[in-house]
């Protein structure tokens, strides 16, 4: 169990935190909490990384001072990502002091600000107890989930890489702070582990390129496009792609994505289902060049007919109403529609694909920047509109990092 907190300077909060710490584990947990948890001499951030990887559920105290943090607000980002990943993890928000549930900021603390946060009471042992009530007396441990193989995967990828100067080039590609690299001195998988919990953050793409660079030599060839795999989506960051990710049920999810090409969209959902393929599985359909007598709608739901029904191993000729929904994957369609003349032409795609497969998810890369106020209807007026927090030319940038350590992956093998 994680407790996030901000409570230094806070007296009220800090006896909230012990109280409930004291007792979760009364009633079998193990408590992550970061003044217990991390040891005298201990860097604080690494290892707050590495016990948001390993926690089953989390308590987030939200007071005065956590609306104000950063920090808390990272923490927040990384829990809700686990916990829309699936897997059961649950999160509990607990308001305490004076922090009314309207103060909690949809920009600053995303979907937390949904759930139904536990209110505050005036005593610390009546609020701690309150809190406690919620969780049950702990039985068998659930699995780590799609975050936790994610991390031990890059980790072992990096084991190949050979201790000292090897791990210490990857943390250097990575611009880690020099405090943090001191901590690969214990060398073996604590380092390498070290390493991935890294990933949790998000790294610019010249970081992940430099960090491919730095150990190229190092691996064979096979593991080297593993990691190469595993790490590019890290340019994007998890908060926003979170949001991509439908609810616990997998039910029909559309979102509309304001970037500018098809590629970045797979970066999205690869981040935001921490490479579980299991999970997921998804489709580009777009048009590409026309004639300017072209009817670009007519196209696109051409293109889509065709391709949609190849990928989900049908004939042209079999009914729509045949096709076979996977209820233990969510199957995307990335719809690149920056062919069409308008959103309105891409909104009729949208809704004649759900007319045909209720059940698809689409991503749908509109034909230009989607404004939040901006009017939309038919297949889109349920859509989730998803703004990256960074520009044009990072996207550039990164999707060329990924072509080229992708070929460069392939020459060598």
Same mark, same amino acid.
Request: one cysteine or more; proline letters at 5%; charged letters at 25%.
């Given at each position: 169990?994680?407790?996030?907190?901000?409570?230094?300077?806070?007296?009220h909060?800090?006896?909230?935190?012990?109280?409930?710490?004291?007792?979760l584990?009364?009633?079998g947990?193990?408590?992550?909490?970061?003044?217990?948890?991390?040891?005298?001499?201990?860097? /604080?951030?690494?290892?707050?990384?590495?016990?948001?990887?390993?926690?089953?559920?989390?308590?987030?105290?939200?007071?005065?001072?956590?609306?104000?943090?950063?920090?808390?607000?990272?923490?927040?980002?990384?829990?809700? /990502? #686990?916990?829309?990943?699936?897997?059961?993890?649950? $999160?509990?928000?607990?308001l305490?002091?004076?922090?009314?549930?309207?103060?909690?900021?949809?920009?600053?603390?995303?979907e937390?600000?949904?759930?139904?946060?536990?209110?505050?009471?005036?005593?610390?042992?009546?609020?701690?107890?309150?809190?406690?009530?919620?969780?049950?007396?702990?039985?068998?441990?659930?699995?780590?989930?799609?975050?936790?193989?994610?991390?031990?995967?890059?980790?072992?990828?990096?084991?190949?890489?050979?201790?000292?100067?090897?791990?210490?080039?990857?943390?250097?590609?990575?611009?880690?702070?020099?405090?943090? #690299?001191?901590?690969?001195t214990?060398?073996?998988?604590?380092?390498?582990?070290?390493?991935?919990?890294?990933?949790?953050?998000?790294?610019?793409?010249?970081?992940?390129?430099?960090?491919?660079?730095?150990?190229?030599?190092?691996?064979?060839?096979?593991s080297?496009?593993?990691?190469?795999?595993?790490?590019?989506?890290?340019? +994007?960051?998890?908060?926003?792609?979170?949001?991509?990710?439908?609810?616990?049920?997998?039910?029909?999810?559309? +979102?509309?994505?304001?970037?500018?090409?098809?590629?970045?969209?797979?970066h999205?959902?690869?981040?935001?289902?921490?490479?579980?393929?299991?999970?997921?599985?998804?489709?580009?359909?777009?048009?590409?060049?026309?004639?300017?007598?072209?009817?670009?709608?007519?196209?696109?739901?051409?293109?889509?007919?065709?391709?949609?029904?190849? /990928?989900?191993?049908m004939?042209?000729?079999?009914?729509?109403?045949?096709?076979?929904?996977?209820?233990?994957?969510?199957?995307?369609? $990335?719809?690149?529609?920056?062919?069409?003349?308008?959103?309105?032409?891409?909104?009729?795609?949208?809704?004649?694909?759900?007319?045909?497969?209720?059940?698809?998810?689409?991503?749908?890369?509109?034909?230009?920047?989607?404004?939040?106020?901006?009017?939309?209807?038919?297949g889109?007026?349920?859509?989730?509109? +998803?703004?990256?927090?960074?520009?044009?030319?990072?996207?550039?940038?990164?999707l060329?990092?990924?072509?080229?350590?992708?070929?460069?992956?392939?020459?060598?093998?």
């Open positions: 169990m994680f407790i996030s907190h901000s409570s230094t300077h806070d007296d909060a800090a006896q909230v935190r012990d109280l409930v710490a004291e007792g584990r009364k009633r947990y193990e408590v992550l909490v970061d003044v217990s948890a991390i040891l005298p001499g201990q860097k /604080w951030r690494p290892r707050i990384y590495e016990l948001l990887r390993d926690c089953h559920a989390a308590v987030v105290l939200v007071n005065r001072k956590a609306l104000e943090s950063r920090w808390v607000q990272r923490e927040v980002d990384i829990l809700l /990502w #686990r916990q829309a990943s699936g897997n059961g993890f649950h $999160i509990l928000p607990a305490v002091g004076d922090v009314a549930p309207g103060e909690i900021s949809e920009e600053r603390f995303g937390l600000n949904e759930m139904q946060a536990l209110g505050s009471v005036a005593s610390a042992e009546q609020a701690a107890q309150s809190i406690v009530h919620l969780f049950p007396v702990i039985g068998e441990t659930p699995a780590g989930g799609a975050m936790h193989q994610w991390l031990r995967n890059i980790s072992s990828q990096l084991s190949q890489v050979r201790e000292g100067p090897g791990l210490d080039m990857v943390a250097e590609a990575l611009e880690l702070p020099q405090e943090d #690299r001191d901590l690969l214990v060398g073996g998988t604590a380092a390498t582990d070290f390493l991935a919990v890294q990933m949790l953050h998000t790294h610019p793409a010249v970081r992940i390129r430099n960090l491919v660079h730095a150990v190229r030599y190092q691996m064979d060839p096979g080297l496009a593993n990691l190469v795999t595993l790490v590019l989506p890290v340019w +994007v960051d998890a908060a926003s792609a979170r949001r991509v990710l439908p609810g616990r049920e997998c039910t029909r999810h559309t +979102v509309l994505l304001n970037v500018r090409k098809a590629g970045t969209g797979t999205y959902l690869d981040r935001a289902f921490c490479m579980d393929v299991r999970r997921y599985h998804y489709l580009i359909v777009g048009i590409g060049g026309r004639f300017d007598d072209d009817d670009p709608e007519r196209l696109l739901r051409e293109a889509c007919g065709r391709n949609v029904k190849r /990928w989900l191993g004939e042209p000729a079999d009914p729509w109403e045949t096709a076979v929904e996977e209820k233990d994957r969510c199957l995307y369609v $990335i719809l690149d529609s920056k062919g069409c003349d308008s959103l309105e032409q891409a909104e009729r795609v949208v809704a004649w694909l759900h007319e045909r497969l209720p059940w698809l998810h689409i991503l749908l890369i509109p034909p230009g920047p989607v404004g939040a106020g901006e009017r939309r209807s038919g889109l007026a349920d859509a989730v509109l +998803v703004n990256p927090p960074f520009g044009a030319d990072d996207e550039q940038v990164a060329r990092v990924a072509e080229e350590l992708t070929s460069h992956v392939r020459m060598m093998r």
